[in-house]
Nanobody, 115 residues
Framework: QVQLVEFGGGLVQPGGSLRLSCAAS??????MGWYRQAPGKERELVAT???????DYADSVKGRFTISRDNAKNTVYLQMNGLKPEDTAVYYC???????????WGQGTQVTVSS
């Protein structure tokens, strides 16, 4: 099993920035990333990053969000700049260990963008 613990959510004004972090309880040989779920909507991909650093972003966050990863610390980060009210959601950390083809999820952290 893998435990994922997220940090960094909160309330921010439009145009502001937040940095999310997620620490895994063990080494993740695979993909880590972030999904989000807004009220009344399905969970959607925000950004992912592989062990070797290959990234993928949702079109809605390209140019504003940056995902990074510290493999030595088993931690993934999401730097969010230029936040918009439509970015308001619960953000979930995600990890997929390729060799066992299993997904793990964090408990979620609330991000609210409002004036």
């Amino acid at each position: 099993q893998v435990q994922l613990v997220e940090f960094g959510g909160g309330l921010v004004q439009p145009g502001g920035s937040l940095r999310l972090s997620c620490a895994a309880s063990r080494t993740i040989s695979g993909t880590m990333g972030w999904y989000r779920q807004a009220p009344g909507k399905e969970r959607e991909l925000v950004a992912t990053i592989t062990t070797s650093g290959i990234t993928d972003y949702a079109d809605s966050v390209k140019g504003r969000f940056t995902i990074s990863r510290d493999n030595a610390k088993n931690t993934v980060y999401l730097q969010m700049n230029g936040l918009k009210p439509e970015d308001t959601a619960v953000y979930y950390c995600y990890a997929r260990i390729w060799i066992i083809a299993t997904n793990f999820w964090g408990q979620g952290t609330q991000v609210t963008v409002s004036s």
